[in-house]
């Protein structure tokens, strides 16, 4: 009996082991597929960030949307990380990178700081600098308009690469956030020895501010500390006007999130800037 069910469970997990390989293989090819023409099936959104003093957008980060033509619409979380299994990573890079600072180059820097987020695999390779620093150029964009978004674990354990990456990128003026801080597990003390400008809260982190006094305590410790070192500290996720007020009384400086505006097309962002 109990090999018979070990055995229907081990045809499952074949089965689905296989879709999940099919699924993989597609996704690459048609992203590849989809880079290379530049076709529509990929569009770029926009989210405000807004200054919580003022309550007023300051900031903007873009994020890449796939609509695949028989999948629909594949999120990030699960393509980007597939890309950085492969080439792929660095024209998804280019791609955005470049769409951006054409799109926003155009208003009169009205926008404010433009956040890219950039992988993991991207900065561990000298090449990323050439590539940003060359767009830049071409478009206009100032440096120090842009801000480079890395996740925590990228940096907290990075090759020396990666360091060298960010310092160069810094020396230009581009500004460097630490993307989802409080869920990964960096220690403080790797932290304040890179070179930083911005950190940013993960969205789990924000939303646990309710329900927990530990997070609360932990979150004001996090303001504390970036404060203390000139860090700008952004609230990610806020949806609620309770989440809002949290953040607003523990001191973060500036928030994004559901509560003001979903990632929307550039129009949108125009709109909110212009109104
Ligand atoms: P992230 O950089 O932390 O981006 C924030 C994510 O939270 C976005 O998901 C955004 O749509 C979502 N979000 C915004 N406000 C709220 C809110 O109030 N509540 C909740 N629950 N979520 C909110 P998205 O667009 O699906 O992106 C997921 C992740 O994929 C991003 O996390 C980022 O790590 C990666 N990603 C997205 N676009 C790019 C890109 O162009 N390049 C790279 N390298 N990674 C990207
Ligand atoms: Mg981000
Ligand atoms: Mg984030
Ligand atoms: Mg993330």
Not at 24 to 32: K, P, S, V, Y
Not at 89 to 115: H, I, S
Not at 125 to 151: K, M, N, Q, S, Y
Request: hydrophobic residues 40%; charged residues 25%.
């Amino acid at each position: 009996q109990a090999k018979s069910s070990d055995r229907i469970s081990y045809a499952r997990f074949t089965v689905e082991l296989r879709q999940h390989l099919q699924r993989r293989q597609i996704l690459e090819q048609d992203m590849r597929a989809a880079l290379a023409d530049n076709s529509d099936e990929l569009q770029l959104a926009y989210q405000p960030i807004y200054d919580l003093s003022t309550m007023r957008p300051v900031a903007a980060e873009v994020l890449i949307r796939w609509q695949h033509r028989t999948l629909g619409a594949v999120s990030p979380a699960e393509f980007i990380p597939l890309s950085e299994q492969t080439d792929l990573v660095d024209r998804v890079g280019e791609f955005v990178m470049r769409n951006a600072l054409t799109d926003l180059v155009r208003d009169d820097w009205m926008y404010g700081l433009l956040c890219v987020n950039v992988s993991r695999r991207e900065l561990s390779d000298t090449a990323v600098l050439t590539r940003i620093l060359d767009l830049l150029d071409t478009t206009g964009f100032p440096a120090d308009r842009l801000c480079i978004e890395v996740t925590e674990s990228a940096v907290t354990d990075a090759p020396t690469t990666t360091r060298t990456v960010l310092n160069t990128l810094r020396e230009h003026g581009i500004k460097i956030a630490i993307d989802d801080f409080g869920i990964g597990s960096s220690s403080l003390n790797q932290l304040y020895r890179l070179p930083l400008d911005i950190i940013k809260v993960a969205q789990p982190f924000v939303a646990d501010l309710g329900e927990s006094d530990h997070a609360r305590a932990i979150m004001s410790g996090i303001v504390g500390m970036a404060h203390a070192t000139g860090l700008t500290v952004i609230a990610e996720g806020v949806e609620t006007t309770d989440q809002l007020a949290t953040v607003v009384d523990l001191g973060c400086d500036q928030a994004q999130g559901y509560y003001f505006c979903r990632p929307s097309p550039i129009e949108t962002l125009t709109e909110i800037y212009r109104g």
